[in-house]
């Protein structure tokens, strides 16, 4: 259903439901592959798990995000970076 500017609303999420409810009414709503509401789920709670599961997502802030991914990036780079090492006497 589009207004009158041929723009879909946008869908707002029950807000009586548990937050993980909200996010997979989200995803039904889009229509997303259960597989991926199940990956998105996961990662909503790696999230949380990351800043001590005692704060809601939406106390967060951006500074919060950029640094939960970034120690993401450091953690599954190193093992690429440890792996290399050990190989470099080799090519040598």
């Known amino acids: 259903m589009n207004d009158k500017y041929g723009k ?4 707002h999420p029950n807000p009586d439901l548990k937050l993980m409810d909200q996010v997979r009414e989200v995803l039904r709503y889009h229509h997303y592959a259960y597989r991926t509401e199940q990956s998105c789920c996961q990662w909503v709670l790696r999230y949380i798990r990351y800043h001590g ?5 939406a106390e967060l802030h951006a500074s919060d995000v950029e640094r ?5 990036m450091n953690m599954l780079k ?5 792996n290399g090492r050990r190989f470099l006497p080799v090519l040598h």
């Open 8 to 11: 879909t609303p946008k869908f």
């Open 53 to 57: 599961g005692n704060t809601h997502p």
């Open 68 to 72: 939960f991914l970034s120690d993401l």
């Open 78 to 82: 190193s093992p690429l970076v440890n």
